[in-house]
């Protein structure tokens, strides 16, 4: 089995990830934070560039895409720290709705038209869901992400955590990109003792350990993707697995690049803080860390994931 994206897979990131380069700068986070966090145009970019109808069945007006290619996409918003709940409404929920046969806001979700935001017991407050869930508004450490307590329980049902799960997970693959990005390009021109801290060895070796941890990341988050795709039987602790690597990577690349930056890598002046401040948000989204570990020690000690190299290998 081939395991690696096609070009159509990886143009499609690459188009994304051009076209928010270009659109959703710092100079527009800064613009979001201080007039509201969010803007009708950025809206309709996303949508015209179809990204809303991505998951959608054609049969619905959409694309018909899978998974694996929203998780590439939700990475590229990651890295762009995108403000806009497009990874909420069009590659957590369209999916649930598909597959429990609720198709009669597909349309007006791929259009542009309707946001859905989904409660779960793990998550129970929801991103731009005032209309939809009136209840308690909550002030989250990211500026950016307008939250909702849901008075009710919200949902239990796995799957809905899994893809919530697993879109966090790619959304912290593409900021700790971003960061290290960040870490490294201020390491080139902030001198120190006459050189660059970037050529001293001390730094260099956290700034690769962090370039370690996301890209091993990558391929417990692909791998999920693809399980969550067939439905595999082992597909949510596959996530979980993802979940946790993906936190892992993006709080050890958001706590090196603060250092890299110095005692201004806290403060509001410097960029990098838009991108850990979601990092930190996103860490605790649809299960924190030891949620998903549970879910991987009960797999593995429980018996249910078969493990060893005649299963690694088969």
């Given at each position: 089995m081939d395991f690696r994206f096609t070009d159509d897979q990886l143009t499609l990131a690459e188009?994304?990830?051009?076209?928010?380069?270009g659109t959703h700068g710092p100079e527009v986070l800064r613009r979001l934070d201080s007039e509201g966090n969010r803007d009708p145009a950025i809206w309709q970019g996303l949508v015209d560039m179809g990204l809303t109808a991505l998951l959608v069945p054609e049969e619905h007006g959409g694309l018909g895409l899978g998974l694996v290619e929203a998780a590439l996409i939700a990475t590229e918003c990651g890295r762009a720290c995108l403000a806009e709940p497009l990874v909420d409404t069009a590659f957590v929920a369209v999916p649930w709705l598909v597959r429990r046969g609720e198709t009669a806001e597909l349309g007006a979700i791929a259009a542009g038209t309707r946001k859905v935001a989904l409660p779960h017991?793990?998550?129970?407050?929801?991103?731009?869901?005032?209309?939809?869930f009136p209840g308690q508004l909550l002030q989250s450490v990211d500026p950016l992400r307008n939250l909702v307590m849901f008075p009710a329980s919200g949902s239990a049902d796995p799957h809905l955590l899994d893809?919530?799960?697993?879109?966090?997970?790619?959304?912290?693959?593409?900021?700790?990109?971003?960061?290290?990005?960040?870490?490294?390009?201020?390491a080139k021109v902030r001198t120190?003792?006459?050189?660059?801290?970037?050529?001293?060895?001390?730094?260099?070796?956290q700034l690769a350990s962090c370039a370690v941890a996301v890209e091993f990341a990558k391929p417990a988050l692909w791998r999920a993707a693809g399980a969550l795709e067939c439905l595999s039987s082992n597909a949510?602790?596959?996530?979980?697995?993802?979940?946790?690597?993906?936190?892992?990577?993006?709080?050890?690349?958001?706590?090196?690049?603060i250092q890299v930056?110095?005692?201004?890598?806290?403060?509001?002046?410097?960029?990098?803080?838009?991108?850990?401040?979601?990092?930190?948000?996103?860490?605790?989204?649809?299960?924190d860390r030891a949620c998903h570990l549970k879910r991987i020690d009960q797999a593995v000690i429980g018996g249910t994931l078969p493990i060893g190299p005649e299963h690694t290998f088969a």
């Amino acid at each position: 089995m081939d395991f690696r994206f096609t070009d159509d897979q990886l143009t499609l990131a690459e188009t994304v990830r051009d076209y928010l380069a270009g659109t959703h700068g710092p100079e527009v986070l800064r613009r979001l934070d201080s007039e509201g966090n969010r803007d009708p145009a950025i809206w309709q970019g996303l949508v015209d560039m179809g990204l809303t109808a991505l998951l959608v069945p054609e049969e619905h007006g959409g694309l018909g895409l899978g998974l694996v290619e929203a998780a590439l996409i939700a990475t590229e918003c990651g890295r762009a720290c995108l403000a806009e709940p497009l990874v909420d409404t069009a590659f957590v929920a369209v999916p649930w709705l598909v597959r429990r046969g609720e198709t009669a806001e597909l349309g007006a979700i791929a259009a542009g038209t309707r946001k859905v935001a989904l409660p779960h017991v793990l998550n129970p407050w929801v991103a731009d869901g005032a209309d939809e869930f009136p209840g308690q508004l909550l002030q989250s450490v990211d500026p950016l992400r307008n939250l909702v307590m849901f008075p009710a329980s919200g949902s239990a049902d796995p799957h809905l955590l899994d893809l919530g799960a697993l879109m966090s997970a790619a959304q912290l693959v593409g900021l700790a990109e971003a960061m290290l990005h960040q870490a490294t390009e201020y390491a080139k021109v902030r001198t120190q003792f006459g050189q660059p801290v970037g050529a001293f060895q001390g730094l260099k070796h956290q700034l690769a350990s962090c370039a370690v941890a996301v890209e091993f990341a990558k391929p417990a988050l692909w791998r999920a993707a693809g399980a969550l795709e067939c439905l595999s039987s082992n597909a949510s602790v596959h996530v979980s697995h993802a979940k946790v690597m993906a936190t892992d990577a993006a709080i050890q690349t958001a706590e090196t690049a603060i250092q890299v930056h110095g005692a201004m890598g806290y403060t509001y002046e410097v960029d990098l803080h838009f991108w850990m401040k979601r990092a930190w948000a996103l860490a605790g989204a649809w299960g924190d860390r030891a949620c998903h570990l549970k879910r991987i020690d009960q797999a593995v000690i429980g018996g249910t994931l078969p493990i060893g190299p005649e299963h690694t290998f088969a």
